[in-house]
Every structure is written in C-alpha cells, then in structure tokens.
C-alpha cells in the first residue's frame, strides 16, 4: 500500500462519517467511488514524485477536517467543538 492511500482513505472516512452519521445526510454512492479512484490516481502519481503526492494527501486530509464540503453541512472540526460545548 501506498504512503498516500491512508490519509486518501481517511479523508474519505471523515466526509462520509460527518454526512451520513453525524448529521443525518443521505448516504452518496459518488463519495467512496471519488474516494477510490483518488486514491488508485495518488498511487500513481507516488511513483513519480513521492514527498509531493504524500504531503498533498495529508494537505487534503487536513482541509477537509476544517473546510465544509457541502455548504449545507458543517466540517467535522465545528461539528466536533459543537459536540464539546453541547456536554
């Protein structure tokens, strides 16, 4: 496995988690497919330039812990200070 494949497959998890789980989003077919299919293109370009590919999966891992993905659900880093303040 690819030093890449784990941040991309982690991205996945936490947009997929905050959506479905967290805020009750129907779940979307596309999400795990784009998940795959990045990770499948990241192998790929790992061979080529390997630093860059792995520090832009851990860049997109961290960018979709704080940004929102779709405008209509929050990002897991407010969802979580939201679950915080809530206890």
Same mark, same amino acid.
């Given at each position: #496995?690819? $030093? /890449?494949?784990?941040? =991309?497959?982690?991205?996945?998890?936490?947009? =997929?988690?905050?959506?479905?789980?967290?805020?009750? &989003?129907?779940?979307?077919?596309?999400?795990?497919?784009?998940?795959?299919?990045?990770?499948?293109?990241?192998?790929?370009?790992?061979?080529? +330039?390997? &630093? #860059?590919?792995?520090?832009?999966?851990?860049? +997109?891992?961290?960018?979709?812990?704080?940004? $929102? =993905?779709?405008? /209509?659900? *929050?990002? *897991?880093?407010? /969802?979580?200070?939201?679950?915080?303040? /809530? $206890?």
């Amino acid at each position: #496995m690819a $030093r /890449s494949t784990g941040p =991309i497959l982690a991205v996945g998890a936490i947009t =997929i988690g905050n959506a479905t789980i967290v805020h009750n &989003k129907p779940f979307d077919w596309w999400q795990p497919v784009a998940v795959g299919i990045t990770a499948v293109i990241m192998t790929g370009a790992e061979k080529v +330039a390997p &630093k #860059m590919t792995v520090a832009l999966a851990y860049l +997109a891992l961290l960018a979709v812990t704080f940004t $929102r =993905i779709q405008p /209509s659900v *929050p990002s *897991p880093a407010e /969802s979580f200070t939201a679950w915080l303040g /809530s $206890r």
